[in-house]
């Protein structure tokens, strides 16, 4: 992963996430991790690849308490600002090298930061070292099916600095790369940037009770043994 990449985006990235469809696309992506994680009050947990903190509120709202690394110092100076340190501790890391002993954290969660990472394999191992026996690891992507990720590849193509950079990786993927035998898959955002927003509900509900793999973020939950 490269911190300059990141450098830039802090005010871009929190910027997309408050127009209509960032609007939408956070909602679903966050019911998804906490249903996937399941924060509860006084839990110590690890966010591999924080950012600006913005889906670290919503596990620190759930009463967990929580480091976040990151490789870019203006996206972790973003998270300080966003949560404080209100149970919130911010480190320069990298998600292949974590500077904590095994078994430091009851649960730990990646919100497509592997997408950043050419070998996913690792970054799996070092989440699951640092997970005590008993805990949970929750890791989203960005999903390689489907239209969304299509676009992405068109955009990286004609140069786009973030998209790149992406590794795009399949619900089937992330299971092939994950460290443990029983892990459970799901997939959000199923709508599309185009649909209008009254559609969208009724098309993510769709999504998600059909269980369908398209959906524009993977993500993959295991309970380490």
């Known amino acids: 992963m490269q911190p300059a990449l990141f450098d830039t985006w ?9 127009t209509p469809v960032g609007r939408m696309v956070k909602r679903y992506e966050t019911d998804l991790l906490l249903a996937f994680l399941d924060p509860r009050p006084g839990e110590h947990l690890l966010d591999a690849g924080c950012g600006t903190g913005i889906f670290t509120a919503d596990v620190l709202a759930k009463g967990a308490l929580v480091a976040g690394i990151d490789l870019s110092v203006p996206m972790l100076a973003g998270a300080v600002g966003r949560l404080g340190d209100g149970g919130f501790v911010a480190l320069g890391a990298d998600v292949c ?47 390689s099916l489907g239209p969304w990720a299509e676009q992405r590849r068109r955009k990286g193509a004609a140069g786009h600095d973030l998209f790149a950079q992406i590794h795009f990786r399949s619900p089937a993927a992330m299971r092939a790369i994950a460290p443990a035998v029983r892990i459970e898959t799901a997939t959000a955002i199923h709508f599309g940037k185009d649909d209008p927003p009254e559609a969208i509900p009724a098309i993510e509900r769709r999504g998600r009770d059909q269980g369908l793999d398209t959906g524009a973020l993977v993500a993959v939950r295991w309970d380490k043994e």
């Open 97 to 143: 090298a974590l500077p904590f002993a095994d078994g430091s954290f009851d649960k730990v969660f990646s919100m497509t930061a592997i997408d950043f990472v050419a070998d996913g394999r690792k970054a799996m191992a070092e989440l699951d070292r640092v997970v005590r026996p008993g805990g949970r690891v929750v890791v989203t992507t960005l999903n």
């Open 10 to 18: 802090t005010d871009r990235y929190d910027s997309w996430f408050a």
